[in-house]
């Protein structure tokens, strides 16, 4: 007996759509959807994105605007949502602090400040918007170079966010 576990479809994203839906909750969807929203969205264009209805959603949005993990913000005609970003960040951190000791945090540290520090050296910038003004548009060494250090950038924040836990409990525990 032959089995094709391959359906056919119209097209890869129509495929991938129909994998997300079987293998998540809606509120899953909603969650993930809203938790990558960074601009005030309508609950319509989350649940056009999260393949859900607009009711759903809306109950759904209300509840994480609740716990504080969404902002609700007056659109006027409507409701807007978005990603609360300090909690965000808060999240971002706290996975950190849960993942690695201090001691790895310390050294992620480091490696991420030698990333940045060799880039700066390579290209003799002191930022990545300086780095971005300089290059051609077919450099993709410079390109590729220029989004670790954003990433790395970024990166630092976090784990000196997540040093400063350590430290705190350090302090008031």
């Known amino acids: 007996m032959n089995f094709d576990p391959t359906e056919e479809y119209e097209d890869v994203n129509e495929a991938a759509v129909a994998d ?12 993930a959807v809203i938790m990558r929203t960074t ?3 309508s609950a319509s264009e989350v ?11 809306r109950d759904e949005l209300n509840d994480l605007a609740d716990s504080g ?15 609360n970003d300090q909690m965000y960040i808060y999240q971002q951190v706290l996975k950190l602090h849960d993942e690695y000791s201090a001691d790895e945090l310390v050294e992620k540290l480091q490696d991420l400040k030698q990333t940045v520090s060799e880039i700066r050296t390579t290209y003799g910038v002191e930022s990545p918007a ?17 989004t670790t250090w954003q990433t790395a950038q970024k990166n630092l924040y976090l784990v000196k966010a997540a040093i400063s836990f350590y430290d705190a409990e350090k302090m008031v525990v």
């Not at 649940?47 to 959603?57: C, F, G, H, L």
């Not at 993709?140 to 170079?145: A, I, K, R, S, V």
Request: aromatic residues 6%.
């Open 20 to 31: 997300w839906k079987s293998e998540t909750t809606t509120r899953e969807r909603i969650k």
């Open 39 to 41: 601009e005030p969205t």
């Open 47 to 57: 649940a056009d994105k999260a393949s859900a209805s607009e009711p759903v959603v």
């Open 69 to 83: 993990l969404v902002e609700k913000i007056d659109g006027g005609q409507g409701a807007l949502y978005k990603r």
């Open 130 to 146: 300086e780095l971005a003004q300089q290059l051609d548009p077919d450099d993709h060494q410079g390109w590729e170079d220029h």
